[in-house]
C-alpha cells in the first residue's frame, strides 16, 4: 500500500469520531495545539532551519526563503491563529431545514463535517497549522500535502501536533502529512476517489490548474483574480483615486487586488492625468490603451494579453471606455470572477453593474481588496473560491461542511 | 469550432439576460413552452417513431424501447411537469445572508443562476423537457447532450420549444442540444471549463463514472444506491415487515430501493422465516448469511461482491447482525451513502444510527423509498446527489444555483 493510500485510509478511520466531537473536545484540542507549537517553538524552528539551509544550497530566490522561514514570532502568531479558530461557532449539527410532511414523516437537514480532505500547497509551513485548524473545527479529518522544500518544517510541526492530540479527545490519525516528495504522490491524490471526499489546492496558478485538469475528486478551485475597478463619468475624484489605488498598490500580491482600471472617457479626459501621476508616485507601471497613452504621455501601450494576465505586481493596465456597457463587455470577456468594483455616484448604474457582472464579489464604491473571509467578518478564511459549485467567494468554515436528512417516521411506506 | 464549442457559447451568450428575467417572464415561457409541447404531439410522436423505428431494427431491448417511446398521455405529462415547475417558488434573487460590517461595508449574499448548466443522459426524451424546464427557472442556460437513440426525438421536441421560446423574453439559445451522436461529443463537453459551469450525468453507473473520471468541468455526481435497512431487536414485526419490503420491493430499478437486510439474531430467530415468506410471495430472491440460510434453507448463500452490488432487482442480501454495533460496520463497509434506515422501538439505536451512519438520507422507521425530490416536498427534483460538495441528497430548484456577494460601500479602502 502507497503512503498515500496509507495515510488516507488513516484518516478516513478517524472521521466516526471526528463527526461525534463536541464542540468542547474541538475547541479544547485548537487549544491544546497552539499551547504545543509555542513550547516546541525552538524545535519547530531548527527543522525550519534545515529546509532553509537546502534552500539556499538549491538557490532559491530570498522572497520565496522569507515565506519558508519561522522564527519565534511566527510561530506565536500561527498558535494565534489556532486560539481565534477556537472561538468561531461551530457550524457542525447546525439545522439548516426542518420539513414535515403530509404523511408525518420529519425530515431535518443537518450540517455534517465533509469526512477527509486533501490539502495541497505550497512552501508556507503555516498553511500547514491553518489547514489542520480549519479541518478539525469542522469535524473533518485532513490529509495535506505541502511543497517538498517545507517538509522539515511540516513534518516537525505535524509531529508536535500529534502528540498534543495525543492528549485530547481528537484521534491524531485525523491529521496526515504525505511525505514523500515526488509529484506522483500529488497525482495519488486527485485520483483517491472513495477515500478524499474533496481537495482543496492552495498556491499559485500552476499547482491550481494542475489539480482543476487532474482531480477525479470533486475539487474547491481557489485562485486566479483579473480585477477590474470601473470609474463612471459621476464618480467622485477623490473617492476615486482612493479606491483605485488602494485596489492596485495596497498589497498588488494577492487576488483581489486590482489588474485593470476602466475609465468612462468624461472622468478621464478631466481626471486621469492626475490620477495617473498617484499611480507613478505608488510605483505603478501603466499600460494603456491608445486614448489613455494620449492623455498620460509615460505610459505603455497595453496588449490584449495583458488585459488577460493577473500581473499580481505594481503594473495596471488602463482602458477608457464610452460607458458602462462597454465597461461590462470588457469585464465579461477577461473578467476570472473574482472581484469587481464600480465607482459611481449613479444608483442605477450601481445595480445593472452588480446585477450584471458574473463574479464572486460585485463592489460599488468600495476597494475590491475586501473580497476575504477576515473583512466579510467570517473570522477565518479557507480560501476564496472561484468557482460557483458548493462556496463561492471568500470561504469561511461553512465552506467545509456538507450537509445529512435526518427522517423520523413511524413506519411510513412509499405508496 | 466544433458543435459543442459553437453551442455551448451560444448558451453563454444568453446568461447576463437569462439572470436578469422575472419570475414573471420565467413562469410564462415555461407555460407557453408546456403549450407548444400539446399542440406539437402528433409531430413529436412521429419523430419518436423514426428513434423507435431505428431501435427495432438494431434489436434494442422492448424494455429500453418503453422508456424511449411518446406517445399523447406522456406528453401531456411531460407538459404538466413544465407547468409544475412555473408554480414553483424561483429562487434566483433571494438573499441569503446579510452583513454590516464596523467599516461600514453592506454586504448582500444574493442566489444567483449557476451560468450554463451541462446534462449528459440517456434515452428518456422527457428528460431533455425537464432539465430544459429547471435550468430556465433557474435561469440557466443548457447543453444538452442525450443519448443518440433518441436524437429525432430530441431534435423535434427542442425544435417545438425553440419556437416556443421565441415569442417569450427567453432566448433560446439558452437552450442548445448537442447533435453529433459520437462519444467525442461527450468527451469534448467533459472538458469545457469556461463555458460550462458545472456538468450533471443523469443515467447508469457507466455514464455517471466516465463523467466523474474524466470532467475537468465541475461534476454533480447523482445515482448509484446500495441501501440497508437494519431491523434491530426492538423493531416491531409489522413495521419492521412493511418498511422492509416497500424498500426492495415497490420498486426495484430506483436508486433508492433496498440491496440488503440487516436483521439483530434475536429479532431474526423470531421473526425471518415469516418475513422471508413474504418477501418470496413479492418474488424476492434471497441471499442470506450462513445463518440466514440455517432459517431460510431456501434462500441462495450470499458473496462479499453480492454485498457490493447494486442489483435494482427483485434480489435482496440479508444478513445476521449481533446488532447494532455489526450493522453499522457492515453499512460503512458497502453503504454507497445513499439511504440508510434502522427500524427500532428503541430511541437511542435510533439517534446513534442517525447521528453515525455517513449517507446523504438516514432513516428511522421509514423506508428509504422517500429519498426523492417531490417526496420531500421540493417540488422538484434534479436528481440525487451522493456526493458531498454543493447539493447531497434531493436536489430541488436551489441545486441549480449559486450565490454572489454584493458589497456596498462609500468609499471604504482596505488598511
Same mark, same amino acid.
Given at each position: 500500500? @502507497?503512503?498515500?493510500?496509507?495515510?488516507?485510509?488513516?484518516?478516513?478511520?478517524?472521521?466516526?469520531?471526528?463527526?461525534?466531537?463536541?464542540?468542547?473536545?474541538?475547541?479544547?484540542?485548537?487549544?491544546v495545539?497552539?499551547?504545543?507549537?509555542?513550547?516546541?517553538?525552538?524545535?519547530?524552528?531548527?527543522?525550519?532551519?534545515e529546509?532553509?539551509?537546502?534552500?539556499?544550497?538549491?538557490?532559491?530566490?530570498?522572497?520565496?526563503?522569507?515565506?519558508?522561514?519561522?522564527?519565534?514570532?511566527?510561530?506565536?502568531?500561527?498558535?494565534?491563529?489556532?486560539?481565534?479558530?477556537?472561538?468561531?461557532?461551530?457550524?457542525?449539527?447546525?439545522?439548516?431545514?426542518?420539513?414535515?410532511?403530509?404523511?408525518?414523516? @420529519?425530515?431535518?437537514?443537518?450540517?455534517v463535517?465533509?469526512?477527509?480532505?486533501?490539502?495541497?500547497?505550497e512552501?508556507?509551513?503555516?498553511?500547514?497549522?491553518?489547514?489542520?485548524?480549519?479541518?478539525?473545527?469542522?469535524?473533518?479529518?485532513?490529509?495535506?500535502?505541502?511543497?517538498?522544500?517545507a517538509?522539515?518544517?511540516?513534518?516537525?510541526?505535524?509531529?508536535?501536533?500529534?502528540?498534543?492530540l495525543?492528549q485530547?479527545?481528537?484521534?491524531?490519525?485525523?491529521?496526515?502529512?504525505?511525505?514523500?516528495?515526488?509529484?506522483? @504522490?500529488?497525482?495519488?491524490?486527485?485520483?483517491?476517489?472513495?477515500l478524499?471526499?474533496?481537495?482543496?489546492?492552495?498556491?499559485?496558478?500552476?499547482?491550481?490548474?494542475n489539480?482543476?485538469?487532474?482531480?477525479?475528486?470533486?475539487?474547491?478551485?481557489?485562485?486566479?483574480?483579473?480585477?477590474?475597478?470601473?470609474?463612471?463619468?459621476?464618480?467622485?475624484?477623490?473617492?476615486?483615486?482612493?479606491?483605485?489605488?488602494?485596489?492596485?498598490?495596497?498589497?498588488?500580491?494577492?487576488?483581489?487586488?486590482?489588474?485593470?482600471l476602466?475609465?468612462?472617457?468624461?472622468?478621464?479626459?478631466?481626471?486621469?492625468?492626475?490620477?495617473?501621476?498617484?499611480?507613478?508616485?505608488a510605483?505603478?507601471?501603466?499600460?494603456?490603451?491608445?486614448?489613455?497613452?494620449?492623455?498620460?504621455?509615460?505610459?505603455?501601450?497595453?496588449?490584449?494579453?495583458?488585459?488577460?494576465?493577473?500581473?499580481?505586481?505594481?503594473?495596471?493596465?488602463?482602458?477608457?471606455?464610452?460607458?458602462?456597457?462597454?465597461?461590462?463587455?470588457?469585464?465579461?470577456?477577461?473578467?476570472?470572477?473574482?472581484?469587481?468594483?464600480?465607482?459611481?455616484?449613479?444608483?442605477?448604474?450601481?445595480?445593472?453593474?452588480?446585477?450584471?457582472?458574473?463574479?464572486?464579489?460585485?463592489?460599488?464604491?468600495?476597494?475590491?481588496?475586501?473580497?476575504?473571509?477576515?473583512?466579510?467578518?467570517?473570522?477565518?478564511?479557507?480560501?476564496?473560491?472561484?468557482?460557483?459549485?458548493?462556496?463561492?467567494?471568500?470561504?469561511?468554515?461553512?465552506?467545509?461542511?456538507?450537509?445529512?436528512?435526518?427522517?423520523?417516521?413511524?413506519?411510513?411506506?412509499? @405508496?
Open positions: 500500500m @502507497s503512503e498515500v493510500v496509507n495515510k488516507a485510509t488513516l484518516a478516513k478511520e478517524t472521521t466516526g469520531v471526528l463527526a461525534s466531537l463536541t464542540t468542547g473536545q474541538k475547541n479544547e484540542a485548537l487549544l495545539m497552539a499551547e504545543a507549537l509555542r513550547r516546541e517553538a525552538q524545535a519547530i524552528i531548527a527543522a525550519n532551519g529546509d532553509l539551509e537546502r534552500g539556499r544550497l538549491a538557490g532559491t530566490p530570498e522572497s520565496m526563503l522569507d515565506r519558508l522561514a519561522l522564527d519565534v514570532g511566527r510561530i506565536n502568531s500561527i498558535a494565534e491563529g489556532l486560539q481565534q479558530i477556537a472561538v468561531l461557532p461551530d457550524p457542525i449539527g447546525d439545522t439548516l431545514e426542518t420539513i414535515n410532511r403530509p404523511n408525518g414523516l @420529519s425530515i431535518e437537514k443537518i450540517r463535517p465533509l469526512g477527509v480532505i486533501g490539502i495541497i500547497y512552501a508556507r509551513p503555516n498553511v500547514t497549522v491553518d489547514a489542520a485548524g480549519l479541518c478539525l473545527k469542522t469535524g473533518n479529518a485532513v490529509v495535506l500535502r505541502g511543497g517538498s522544500s517538509l522539515s518544517s511540516n513534518r516537525k510541526i505535524v509531529e508536535v501536533l500529534h502528540t498534543a495525543a485530547t479527545a481528537v484521534p491524531p490519525g485525523a491529521l496526515q502529512l504525505i511525505e514523500d516528495p515526488n509529484r506522483s @504522490s500529488v497525482d495519488e491524490m486527485l485520483k483517491l476517489n472513495g478524499l471526499d474533496v481537495i482543496i489546492p492552495r498556491g499559485g496558478s500552476s499547482l491550481i490548474q489539480v482543476v485538469l487532474n482531480a477525479t475528486v470533486p475539487v474547491i478551485e481557489t485562485g486566479a483574480g483579473i480585477c477590474h475597478t470601473y470609474l463612471d463619468a459621476s464618480a467622485r475624484p477623490d473617492m476615486a483615486e482612493q479606491i483605485s489605488l488602494n485596489a492596485k498598490a495596497q498589497r498588488p500580491s494577492v487576488c483581489n487586488s486590482m489588474e485593470t476602466l475609465v468612462h472617457r468624461d472622468y478621464a479626459v478631466q481626471y486621469l492625468p492626475s490620477l495617473a501621476e498617484s499611480f507613478r508616485t510605483s505603478v507601471e501603466l499600460r494603456g490603451c491608445p486614448e489613455t497613452v494620449a492623455l498620460v504621455p509615460w505610459a505603455l501601450p497595453v496588449t490584449a494579453e495583458d488585459y488577460a494576465t493577473e500581473y499580481n505586481d505594481y503594473i495596471l493596465n488602463v482602458r477608457i471606455v464610452s460607458g458602462l456597457d462597454e465597461a461590462l463587455r470588457h469585464i465579461a470577456e477577461f473578467s476570472t470572477k473574482h472581484s469587481e468594483c464600480i465607482v459611481t455616484e449613479e444608483t442605477e448604474h450601481a445595480a445593472r453593474f452588480l446585477q450584471e457582472v458574473d463574479a464572486a464579489a460585485v463592489y460599488h464604491n468600495a476597494s475590491t481588496r475586501f473580497t476575504d473571509g477576515f473583512e466579510f467578518g467570517f473570522g477565518a478564511e479557507i480560501g476564496i473560491s472561484t468557482q460557483k459549485l458548493h462556496a463561492r467567494g471568500p470561504m469561511g468554515l461553512p465552506a467545509l461542511t456538507s450537509c445529512k436528512y435526518k427522517i423520523y417516521g413511524s413506519g411510513q411506506i412509499r @405508496s
